[in-house]
């Protein structure tokens, strides 16, 4: 099965180094792959960087301090479970792709932009949690984060068995079909919790957090 011809396809415009009306060169997965699992690493990593050691207290205060610093705590453990499952889904799905081109290439980028983003609104949850007016902003930011990581999450998807385009073989059309519903859960319950944190951004949180859990239960969440 050959891929698209060059510019087609969700982005726009040929490959660097491409020739108009060549045939598109693809290749496997490894680079991406490698690529890929090193931003995840990354960007999880990063998230403990925000968790401090709290600064001049004394040593009788420290146990309350540490307490206090709960909020960063919670927004580590969220966002960490969050990256993790992101992690353990990109691994299936590329268990049925088996080759790229410039766009999806460039598609993945894109969606590992928006997961590298993640420590930011993580920090903000964490230190407005507390503020009953900055707590709303700060749920809004975290949940349009992750509708921006769903639906780059779905996209790649998208692009890569549309027509198995990419994929290794063919796949059953109800399989597909279950697949696609599956990935799209993400963005529509995300985009819910966005609207509830204009009115109750504690429930939004809340539902952030029972959402990391859950969907690291066997036989939950996305699965190519």
């Not at 063919?170 to 696609?180: H, I, K, S, W």
């Amino acid at each position: 099965m050959t891929g698209p011809e060059p510019g087609s396809g969700p982005i726009g415009g040929s490959g660097a180094g491409s020739d108009t009306g060549a045939p598109e060169q693809s290749s496997d997965t490894s680079r991406l792959e490698t690529f890929s699992d090193g931003v995840l690493a990354i960007a999880i990593t990063l998230l403990i960087l925000e968790v401090r050691v709290p600064p001049d207290v004394p040593g009788r205060d420290l146990g309350r301090a540490v307490l206090h610093q709960w909020p960063s705590y919670a927004g580590y453990a969220v966002s960490f479970l969050t990256i993790g499952v992101i992690w353990v889904n990109h691994h299936h799905m590329f268990k049925l792709i088996a080759r790229t081109n410039h766009p999806f290439l460039m598609i993945n980028v894109v969606f590992l932009m928006a997961i590298a983003f993640l420590p930011w609104p993580t920090t903000l949850v964490a230190d407005y949690i507390r503020d009953p007016d900055g707590r709303r902003v700060a749920a809004v930011v975290y949940g349009l984060t992750m509708v921006a990581v769903a639906v780059m999450f779905c996209v790649v998807w998208f692009y890569a068995s549309w027509r198995g385009r990419l994929l290794n073989g063919e796949l059953d059309r109800e399989a597909l079909n279950r697949t696609y519903r599956s990935y799209l859960l993400g963005p529509v319950v995300y985009g819910s919790a966005v609207v509830i944190a204009l009115f109750a951004p504690l429930v939004s949180l809340a539902i952030y957090a029972a959402l990391a859990v859950y969907w690291l239960l066997p036989g939950t969440g996305p699965r190519a």
